[in-house]
């Protein structure tokens, strides 16, 4: 299969939570959607803006599966002063360009703001969890607007970007089935049948035009650690390990690359208007994947092609972890699929070696598996530190030599059949993320 275009599919830019970005993307969809407009990049017939202006808002119906629920919550929106709440995502989309996609929130501005927290806050918009328990959880967003007379609707399902409807009051104006599967998930199904062997051979064998993607994804989310350590951002996680490391209390590579990622973390959950590179579909995973690697390559001063191939093995390990446990689901996928991702990625800048990159996986999944995802929160700074100290301390356990035996809980005799174990234990986590949702559900009404 083509590695190339599937890191390129995999791997994209988003402004804040990609939930939250889905979220306002769809609800800026169903607003234009009123005046018959669509972006060609939804649909190649796409049909220019009207200068129809439209009355204000008087309803917004929002529609969300269990882990869209989960994820934006509580977690920070770019440009809002640490706002966050679902009611004031959707508001702000209406005030934002679809053309965008999942960077449209980074053109609020405070009058945009002003407006979009008095639309929040006037009862208008109502939020929805629709779920059927059964199996994997699939990303999916409705969204239906009523203005006056005219309504409008857009449905978002299987990725934050693929957009299956956009209709209004007077018909439809683009859909295609659900049943369909997104493109770039059905080409990711495919890395299934590969083995670790087969995605080291890419990583070795890239073209320029490759890594200095890969390294551009890289500087991107370094960018993103500089500002949640020069600022108070999220928790302040990063920030302050950056005191203890100072103080002499915290050292080595594990404690960098912990500064590092949660640095980023804690910018990217605390709302602020930072640009990261994701992967397999998330923000923190792409943190993981990239700022441990990068914060040890800095440390050791490191062949940068190295540093770039190591962080390609570990975006592709993290796309294979994601095939078999879905891309949103009861683990925390920073912790659990980025994890074993970077301790592939780590191992690998480390040895190069194939059989060490494979111990470091066994190394991460006897540990970290068992990490749930609670939503997307500022507090997600804190797994992502776990995940960056379980992946440095994997890969040098296997480089000295240390192994997990398959006789170990769900670890097996290799890395791929251990992945798999964990795609199983992912789907049966179904009825604990219910639990989840009734938490925070709860919360919601107090």
Known sequence: MNLSHLLKEQMSVSRGCTEVGAISLATSLAYN???GYIPNWVFEKAKEKSALKLPCVDKIEITLDRNV???????????????????LMAALGIYCEPEKKLELLGEINPEILARAKEIASSGVVSVNVRDNWTGKSNLDVNVK?????????CRIYGSHTNVVYVGNNHGTIYNREIEQKEESHSSAEKIMKLKFSDLIEFVKEMGREDRDFILDGINRNDAAAKIGLENQVGLGIGRNMQKLIDAGKL??????????TAAASDARMGGWNVPVSTSAGSGNQGIVVTNPIHAVHKLVKGDKDRLIESVALAHLVTIYSSAFSGYLSALCGCTVKAGIGASAGMAYYF???????SESVKHTAANIPGVICDGAKPGCSEKLCTAA?????SALL?????????????????AE??????????????????????????????
């Open 33 to 35: 959607s009123i005046r």
């Open 69 to 87: 629920y989960k994820n934006a919550f509580s977690v920070g929106i770019p440009n809002t002063n640490g706002g966050s709440g679902i009611e």
């Open 145 to 153: 607007i009523k203005s006056g007379k005219s309504e409008g609707a």
């Open 251 to 260: 050292g080595g590579y594990a404690a960098y690359a912990q500064m590092l």
């Open 351 to 357: 040895t190069k070696d194939a059989e060490i990159v």
């Open 389 to 393: 100290n379980t992946a440095v301390c």
């Open 398 to 414: 296997a480089e000295s030599g240390v192994t997990v035996p398959c006789s170990n809980g769900i670890v097996a005799k290799t």
């Open 417 to 446: 059949e251990t992945i798999r174990n964990i795609g199983t234990i992912s789907q049966g986590m179904i009825s604990l993320d219910k639990v989840i949702v009734e938490i925070m559900e709860e919360k919601q009404s107090l």
